[in-house]
């Protein structure tokens, strides 16, 4: 899902392409696209508008109107954006469009549907939003900004102190801080040294001073490198690139950058985590309470990754009644994995690239050709 820096890539992408555009028409196709499921609301809101800026909160596309309001839009899994010249085919994912007076079109595209589309209102040119977006608490209930030079230490330090709950679900909650998501909570922790299922409340100062620092570090590069390219996400002006970048994410099994040892998988509040169990060490208090988690960890032992994949050779067997030998199909089975994971990100960057191929947008350049994410990074 796009967080922060993929968000404001397609954010900065679409500055010098939305601006000065004046709305002409809106086309729904998935009426639930709409935040108020009212087209026709929707419609005498925008058409006639100009769009004067873009900018983003937390993980909303935010395109500010030339009338004090402003269009979100929020990408949740595989939501995409793109301008087009009109008469392009539309393929069967595209799910709002806005024409605009010279004949282009925004197309948000949205293979999942998860996406959300709405319009808020600004109090004064640079004000905070509010209206359409989570009823009464409304864009109230975002944290502050990360990379806001008015987030500083102290006001993490601040924000930090008095919460109880573990790492990693703390930076996932929107309310304490805006736009860190499942990958840059991951990077952040790992980087800061920090067990994700520790407790806030065991931080020293130092620890503070540390997340905070890698936090912004991690998504100050990240915006740098245009996002991390993984699953659906695309900008508007092409592919990031920070999915060569990360440490832990999606790592499961591979090798530490630091000490070397196998990242560790686990669940938490449904979320995948990933984590060095060595660097980022759990500290005795918190143990008990980690127990259950940590019981579903992956890989369990050892430096090479034991996948469970596949039929085990005692599964094996119907058929023909012959058994496979469980050295053979333990080999192929790890084989069959890492394919498995490489088609995977094939076939994200070949929908990518179909999707660009489709609005007619400029190729993807980098990232269609299926290469690994991490090229000679494990050595
Ligand atoms: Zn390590």
Known sequence: MPELPEVETVVRDLRGLVVDAEITGVRVSWLKTLRSQDPDAFA????????????????????????????????????????????????????????????????????????????????????????????????????????????????????????????????????????????????????????????????????????????????????????????????????????????????????????????????VGARSTHFCSWCQRLPARDKPGAAAILRGMEPRTGAAPVIRTGPRWTEIGGGDGSLGTPTGSTRRAAGSQASRAERTKRAAATRRAAARAATGARPDTARSDGRPVEPGRAS
């Not at 024409?99 to 999942?112: C, K, P, V």
């Not at 004000?127 to 502050?144: A, H, M």
């Not at 990360?246 to 070397?260: D, I, M, N, S």
């Open 44 to 267: 005498r809101a925008v058409v006639g508008r100009t769009i004067i800026g873009t900018s983003r909160r937390a993980k909303l596309v935010v395109l500010d109107l030339d009338d004090g309001q402003a269009i979100t839009i929020h990408l949740k899994m595989t939501g995409q954006l793109f301008v087009v010249s009109s008469g392009v085919m539309e393929d069967p994912y595209i799910r709002l469009i806005l024409s605009f007076a010279d004949g282009r079109e925004l197309w948000f595209r949205d293979i999942r549907k998860f996406g959300r589309v709405g319009v808020a209102r600004r109090d004064g040119p640079a004000g905070d939003l509010r209206g359409e977006l989570g009823g009464d608490k409304g864009f109230k209930g975002f944290g502050p900004e990360p990379l806001d030079a008015a987030f500083t230490a102290r006001v993490f330090r601040k924000g930090i102190r008095g919460r109880k709950g573990r790492l990693k679900p703390l930076l996932l909650d929107q309310g304490f801080l805006a736009g860190v998501g499942n990958i840059y909570a991951d990077e952040a922790l790992w980087a800061a040294r920090l067990h994700p299922l520790r407790s806030a409340s065991t931080l020293r100062p130092a620890d503070e001073g540390r997340l905070y620092r890698e936090i912004r570090r991690i998504l100050a590069e990240a915006v740098e490198r245009r996002g991390s390219s993984i699953d659906d996400y695309t900008a508007p002006e092409g592919d990031g690139s920070m999915q060569e970048q990360l440490k832990v994410y999606q790592r499961a099994g591979e090798p530490c950058f630091r000490c070397g040892r196998p990242i560790r998988r686990i669940v």
